[in-house]
């Protein structure tokens, strides 16, 4: 077998071990999981991807007789091996073994709403060596899974993806402090009311629980459109 003959073998063994792992994740990808599950499964289609592709490249590699005498070699040394990739590879593999620990005891999980030391945002996307996380303003942050087992992580989501939707109103200190809340109440019903503030103008704050981060959002401009026009149409608003 010549030169080009063995480069030929080469190529279309990296390509089959590329198209077999590329099918093998579609397969695995057909499956509907629970939520919980999700995050593990995803690391575990990566972990097999990455396993098929280096197996089809170092068995292609061996089809080329000066890779097989230095394969050779190196295997009769394994310790020597094993200790030149342990140091060569230290980070990466930490943050493979990092990854595959964040998919078994999930301290984060995909969708939960994180605060890391970087930023806040969204678990996009737990990978073998980094963790994506995109941030309200759809920048990514990309954070080295060692990192993100080792450092302290606020999970806004890890029990209840619950959020608390929050306004303040201001009330003139010349309005009857009384009625601006019962108005309130009867506006805003049944979220929670508090007067907050009594330097200056009062300060009047209004909670209610919505079921995650957007339907938040959406509930305290609901609220404030409610509390204003319902001052408004009262006069305490001119």
Same mark, same amino acid.
């Given at each position: 077998m010549?030169?080009w003959?063995r480069?030929?073998?080469? =190529?279309?063994? #990296?390509l089959g071990?590329?198209v /077999?792992?590329?099918?093998?994740?579609?397969r695995?990808? *057909?499956?509907? %999981?629970?939520?919980e599950s999700?995050t593990?499964?995803?690391?575990?289609r990566r972990?097999i991807m990455?396993?098929?592709?280096a197996?089809?490249?170092?068995?292609?590699?061996?089809v080329?007789?000066?890779?097989?005498?230095?394969?050779g070699?190196?295997?009769?040394s394994?310790a020597?091996?094993?200790l030149v990739i342990?140091l060569a590879?230290q980070?990466t593999?930490?943050n493979?073994v990092?990854?595959v620990?964040i998919?078994l005891?999930q301290?984060?999980r995909?969708?939960?709403?994180?605060t890391?030391?970087? =930023?806040?945002g #969204?678990?996009?996307?737990?990978? /073998?060596?980094y963790?994506?996380i995109?941030?309200?303003d *759809?920048t990514? %942050?990309l954070?080295?899974n060692?990192?993100?087992a080792?450092?302290t992580?606020k999970n806004?989501?890890?029990?209840s993806?619950?959020?608390?939707a929050e306004i303040?109103i201001?009330v003139?200190?010349d309005?009857d402090?009384?009625?601006?809340?019962?108005?309130?109440?009867q506006a805003?019903e049944p979220?929670?009311?508090?007067?907050?503030?009594l330097d200056?103008d009062a300060?009047?704050?209004?909670r209610?629980?919505?079921?995650?981060?957007?339907?938040?959002?959406q509930?305290?401009?609901?609220?404030?459109?409610r509390?204003?026009?319902?001052?408004?149409e009262a006069?305490?608003?001119?």
């Open positions: 010549d030169t003959e480069l030929a073998v080469v =190529g279309v063994v #990296i071990a590329a /077999l792992a590329k099918l093998v994740d579609l695995m990808g *057909r499956q509907e %999981l629970p939520p999700v593990r499964y995803r690391v575990l972990s990455g396993a098929i592709v197996v089809g490249v170092f068995s292609a590699l061996l080329i007789p000066q890779v097989r005498v230095i394969a070699g190196l295997l009769a394994s020597i091996l094993g342990g590879a980070r593999l930490s493979f990092a990854g620990m998919a005891s301290p984060v995909l969708g939960d709403r994180v890391v030391a970087e =930023g806040e #969204i678990v996009e996307e737990i990978g /073998l060596v963790t994506r995109r941030q309200d *759809r990514r %942050l954070i080295p060692e990192r993100l080792a450092d992580i806004s989501t890890i029990v993806r619950e959020r608390l303040t201001p003139p200190r309005k402090l009384q009625a601006v809340v019962d108005l309130l109440r805003a979220s929670e009311l508090f007067v907050t503030a200056g300060v009047v704050t209004l209610a629980w919505a079921d995650d981060e957007a339907h938040a959002v509930l305290e401009s609901d609220l404030r459109l509390a204003h026009a319902r001052l408004r006069g305490v608003y001119g």
